[in-house]
Structure formats: structure tokens, C-alpha cells
């Protein structure tokens, strides 16, 4: 196990770590995106504030640049964090262990429960964070604080990261990788992979949980969770779709599914299904 950790975490990192490189973001939220507006209070139309959980490598700001304004601009209270970071120095997050992760992520929920006033939150998630909003329910245990979950990507049933070991390079990320995981490793990673210690958590009798309704959304061009069909929940009441499963030509990639106007709008309608709209296609970025 060590030695496929070595092998693989590189490339898992790298690849997340697109989401806070290439976007360039802001330590916070930019006020007049509509994220992170802690006197947001939800509307009728809307009235579960959103919680967004970035992918592993990545932080809230970077990860939700473009999908948390999208979603504000509709009418949710939306908020992000960046969890799991080894050093406040570095703002990459979810390397530390899911489960140090997901205590940081439940007591964010609380925090905009509270200050929103709602019983309930809707969770997102892209990568790592897909994860996450189907651990914590689970594993601690607060899915009656959770009304939908919509997961971008998840490794619900492991990973194997097929095909990423030279991404680093690919991406001219390998002296910060380096730097990272040399320096605080990644927990996460190990625990991630097909046979991990937090997989198998998940995976230990059903996945959803009673009250909660899921979507998961996947690309069949996903280069990161791998094999695609490992992010799916096969149980009752949970949708799970491809992006070409409505657009056959978006070649969306996993970074680039939090980037992807086709996703994003993926999204929304399985946050408000009452009031779907038809998707436009676009082109997603293939990272």
C-alpha cells in the first residue's frame, strides 16, 4: 500500500491542485460574487443554504470560482471552506485524513445553520469533497442535518487513478507537488484509493442515507476516478449520470467539471428539480 501511495500521490495531487493554480484565487470568497455572504438568509424559493466542498489539493475559493457564483446568482445561500490543510501557510486543503476533514466540514455545517437559521443544508461536492458529502452523512452521522447532496465526481468506491502518474510534469506542477508532499504528505490519498480505509467506511452497507437525495454526476473522460462507474451509488432513490449522458461531445475532464457551464447547470436542476431547465451544452475543460 505505501509503495502505491508513492507511486500515485503525485499525480493525485497535481491534478487537484489544477483547480488552485490555474484559477489563481483569492485567500476569500469575492464579496460581490455572492459567496460566503454570512448575512445571507435563504429564501422560500431556496431555503437549504448550500455548502461547497472543494476537491483534494484544491481550497473553497479556487474550486467554487466559477460554479458559486453561478449558483448564488440563483438564489442560494452559498458557502465554501478550505479543509484538511496541513500548514495555514499553503492554501491547499483535504490532504490530511477524511476523517480529520469531515469533523471540520460538520462543524461548517453547523456554523451556517446557524447563522442562516436553516434546519437544512445542501451539500456539493467536487472530487475529495464528493466524498465527503456522502462520508460525513454516513460515517458521522448528520444526515438529518442534509437535504440533497450533489457529488461531482466522487470516489465513492476507491480509485485506482488510472493513467495520472506523469500529470505533475504534464502540468509543469511537479516542484510544488514536490514541495507538498514532502513536506506534509497526504493522507488522504492512502485512504481514498480501491481498498482504503475510508472507502471501506462508505462502502459498509448503504451508501445513502434515509431523508438525503442524492445526484452524482460523472464524465466518462474523467482521467482521475477511475474506473468512471466507481462514482456511482447504485441504490434506490440516487441519480446518477454522465455528463454525456446529456451532452455526448463535452469533454470535460475531472478538474474541470467544477468549470464546465454544462455541469453547472447539471447541478442546479438537481438542486431544484421542480424548476429544471433544459441544458445548453458546452465544452468543458479536459484537465
Not at 504528505?185 to 481498498?195: F, P, R, T, Y
Not at 434506490?236 to 449522458?245: A, K, L, S, T
Not at 469533454?251 to 464546465?260: I, K, N, Q
Request: with cysteine; net charge neutral; proline share 9%.
Amino acid at each position: 500500500m505505501r509503495n502505491l501511495f508513492r507511486r500515485i500521490a503525485p499525480a493525485v495531487v497535481a491534478a487537484a491542485l489544477v483547480a488552485t493554480v490555474v484559477t489563481a484565487p483569492a485567500a476569500t470568497a469575492v464579496p460581490s460574487s455572492g459567496v460566503d455572504n454570512w448575512s445571507c438568509k435563504p429564501s422560500t424559493a431556496h431555503p437549504d443554504p448550500l455548502v461547497l466542498l472543494h476537491g483534494l489539493g484544491g481550497n473553497g475559493p479556487g474550486n467554487y470560482s466559477y460554479l458559486g457564483p453561478f449558483l448564488a446568482a440563483k438564489g442560494y445561500c452559498a458557502f465554501t471552506l478550505t479543509y484538511g490543510q496541513a500548514t495555514p501557510a499553503i492554501p491547499v486543503g483535504g490532504t490530511v485524513s477524511i476523517s480529520q476533514s469531515s469533523a471540520e466540514i460538520q462543524a461548517f455545517v453547523q456554523r451556517v445553520r446557524q447563522a442562516t437559521g436553516a434546519a437544512k443544508v445542501d451539500l456539493v461536492g467536487h472530487s475529495e469533497g464528493a466524498f465527503q458529502s456522502i462520508y460525513g452523512p454516513k460515517v458521522r452521522g448528520y444526515a438529518g442535518q442534509v437535504g440533497k447532496v450533489v457529488a461531482l465526481a466522487p470516489p465513492t468506491h476507491g480509485t485506482t487513478f488510472g493513467g495520472l502518474v506523469s500529470v505533475g510534469d504534464y502540468l509543469g506542477l511537479g516542484p510544488l507537488v514536490d514541495q507538498v508532499l514532502n513536506q506534509f504528505g497526504c493522507q488522504a490519498c492512502d485512504e481514498l484509493i480501491v481498498g482504503g480505509s475510508a472507502v471501506a467506511q462508505v462502502i459498509n452497507g448503504p451508501i445513502a442515507q434515509p431523508g438525503v437525495k442524492y445526484t452524482v454526476i460523472a464524465s466518462r473522460f474523467d482521467a482521475l476516478v477511475t474506473p468512471h462507474e466507481t462514482s456511482f451509488i447504485r441504490e434506490p432513490g440516487v441519480r446518477n449520470e454522465y455528463v454525456q449522458d446529456s451532452c455526448p461531445l463535452d469533454p470535460v475532464g475531472h478538474v474541470g467539471l467544477a468549470f464546465d457551464p454544462t455541469v453547472a447547470q447539471l447541478v442546479a436542476n438537481a438542486l431544484d428539480p421542480a424548476h429544471a431547465l433544459p441544458v445548453v451544452c458546452a465544452f468543458g475543460p479536459p484537465l
